[in-house]
């Protein structure tokens, strides 16, 4: 039995790199044929009446991994310079106001049909309110830098505010003052834990032996993060700015304080550092989007209750979406089609407690929901990709 794990977990990871070069090829996000594969391996695992356990606890595993390197890899690609303020503020804002926006209008709108509490309604809206950086900045490669850079920057703020902003309304008891209070003192925790972990691991970088080099930094991450969420600090915050810090490092050099962390060597390895946090990242989130497949019934997933739902869901997403595109005085294209839900969105749906899960809110409709946005995401980028290289075609004089 061990051998067969072997050669199909192989297997996968030889498939999961295909599909990564074919979808580029066709501009079609590679998400959409893991979840197919996955969901083909279900079948397979029932027809041949193979016992599976519950994946439930692997599908959170293996996504809380995958947001850790999605958003480190996304934010170590991004260049920081006194003049991206005002576009960083942007996409910040791009990305905190449609999500409160939808959250809030949302739940009002479902408290007017349904007898639930306004709170329950906002618990189950929330994951439906963020962008995917593990599924929006994979697809930015057919983008030009521009747009890429922002998308980039809107997903990774969207998955780390998404994130507090669900924590603070599930901690919710109506003790608004104090509650705030502690969310302050959270934010304040982070990111003094953030500057010292950062400059604690930029100095390991920075005495990186020959060997075994590169895999202990990614632990002590994992770790750093893994103990902020269980103090309940925001872990994603601390990922970011070490992406970003790596990234940017020679606008810190002029420090005294910087120069004693040997940031010399830190940059000669940091491109292998990037190398490797992108194959580990290919890897963890094409497996979670396999193990997803396995929960998805092809029955349940067209299910046209669900379907309308979802669209309904989709609509009010990029309505909103539009209007505060156009009210920040954001190119409305391609931004508009570059708001996938995903990784998120799923975990958050994984952690709703059981009794506020409002009825139509289900695992296949936040499928649904991934799998559509994703379809527009993909739709989107193709049009925009071609018209792009349309416009970029000499003109051919007829009379030549």
């Given at each position: 039995?061990?051998?067969?794990?072997?050669i199909?977990?192989?297997?996968?990871?030889?498939?999961?790199?295909?599909?990564?070069v074919?979808?580029?090829?066709?501009k079609?996000?590679?998400?959409?044929?893991?979840?197919?594969?996955?969901?083909?391996l279900?079948?397979?695992?029932?027809r041949?009446?193979?016992?599976?356990p519950d994946?439930?606890?692997?599908l959170?595993?293996?996504?809380?991994?995958?947001?850790?390197?999605?958003?480190?890899?996304?934010?170590?690609e991004?260049?920081?310079?006194?003049?991206?303020?005002?576009?960083?503020?942007?996409?910040?804002?791009?990305?905190?106001?449609?999500?409160?926006?939808?959250?809030?209008?949302?739940?009002?709108?479902?408290?007017?049909?349904?007898?639930?509490?306004?709170?329950?309604?906002?618990?189950?809206?929330?994951?439906?309110?963020?962008?995917?950086?593990?599924?929006?900045?994979p697809?930015?490669h057919?983008l030009?830098?521009?747009?890429?850079?922002q998308i980039?920057?809107?997903?990774?703020?969207s998955?780390?505010?998404?994130i507090?902003?669900?924590?603070?309304v599930?901690?919710?008891r109506?003790?608004?003052?104090?509650?705030t209070?502690?969310f302050l003192?959270?934010?304040?925790?982070?990111?003094?834990?953030?500057?010292?972990?950062?400059?604690?691991?930029?100095w390991?970088l920075g005495?990186?032996?020959?060997?075994?080099?590169?895999?202990?930094?990614i632990a002590?991450?994992?770790?750093?993060?893994?103990?902020?969420?269980?103090?309940?600090l925001?872990?994603?915050?601390?990922?970011?700015?070490?992406?970003?810090?790596?990234?940017?490092?020679?606008r810190?050099?002029?420090m005294k304080?910087?120069?004693?962390?040997?940031?010399?060597?830190?940059?000669a390895?940091?491109?292998?550092?990037h190398?490797?946090?992108?194959e580990?990242?290919?890897?963890v989130?094409?497996?979670?989007?396999?193990?997803?497949?396995?929960?998805i019934?092809?029955?349940?997933?067209?299910?046209l209750k669900?379907?309308?739902?979802?669209i309904?869901?989709?609509?009010?997403?990029?309505a909103?979406?539009?209007?505060?595109?156009?009210?920040?005085?954001?190119?409305?294209?391609?931004?508009l089609?570059?708001?996938?839900?995903?990784?998120?969105?799923?975990?958050?749906?994984l952690?709703i407690?059981?009794?506020?899960?409002?009825?139509?809110v289900?695992?296949?409709l936040?499928?649904?929901?991934?799998?559509?946005?994703t379809?527009?995401m993909?739709?989107?980028?193709?049009?925009?990709t071609?018209?792009?290289e349309?416009?970029?075609?000499?003109?051919?004089?007829p009379?030549?």
């Amino acid at each position: 039995m061990v051998r067969e794990l072997i050669i199909l977990f192989a297997f996968l990871v030889v498939v999961s790199y295909i599909i990564n070069v074919f979808s580029q090829k066709i501009k079609v996000p590679a998400v959409i044929f893991l979840l197919a594969i996955g969901t083909f391996l279900r079948f397979l695992a029932i027809r041949f009446k193979i016992p599976l356990p519950d994946l439930t606890s692997y599908l959170m595993f293996m996504g809380g991994i995958s947001l850790i390197l999605v958003v480190l890899e996304g934010s170590m690609e991004l260049r920081w310079a006194p003049e991206k303020n005002k576009l960083i503020l942007r996409m910040f804002l791009l990305c905190i106001l449609p999500m409160l926006f939808f959250s809030f209008a949302g739940a009002w709108l479902i408290t007017l049909f349904q007898k639930v509490s306004y709170q329950q309604a906002l618990y189950n809206l929330i994951p439906f309110s963020i962008i995917s950086s593990a599924v929006a900045i994979p697809a930015t490669h057919i983008l030009a830098a521009r747009p890429r850079e922002q998308i980039i920057y809107e997903s990774s703020f969207s998955d780390i505010m998404g994130i507090l902003f669900f924590d603070f309304v599930i901690q919710d008891r109506g003790k608004l003052l104090e509650e705030t209070g502690i969310f302050l003192l959270q934010l304040g925790g982070t990111f003094v834990l953030t500057v010292l972990a950062t400059i604690f691991i930029a100095w390991l970088l920075g005495f990186l032996p020959k060997g075994v080099r590169f895999i202990p930094i990614i632990a002590n991450l994992v770790l750093i993060f893994e103990v902020s969420e269980f103090f309940n600090l925001p872990g994603l915050i601390f990922i970011f700015v070490f992406g970003l810090f790596l990234g940017n490092l020679s606008r810190f050099t002029r420090m005294k304080p910087m120069r004693r962390i040997h940031p010399d060597r830190i940059k000669a390895n940091f491109e292998e550092f990037h190398n490797i946090v992108s194959e580990a990242n290919f890897l963890v989130r094409s497996f979670f989007f396999l193990l997803l497949g396995f929960f998805i019934n092809p029955l349940h997933l067209l299910s046209l209750k669900t379907i309308f739902w979802a669209i309904g869901i989709l609509v009010f997403i990029y309505a909103v979406r539009a209007l505060f595109l156009k009210l920040l005085g954001v190119s409305l294209l391609p931004n508009l089609f570059f708001a996938p839900r995903g990784l998120v969105s799923i975990l958050l749906f994984l952690y709703i407690p059981l009794h506020q899960l409002l009825p139509e809110v289900t695992l296949n409709l936040v499928i649904q929901v991934v799998i559509l946005s994703t379809v527009v995401m993909a739709i989107g980028g193709f049009v925009r990709t071609k018209k792009q290289e349309e416009e970029s075609l000499p003109e051919v004089d007829p009379g030549t």
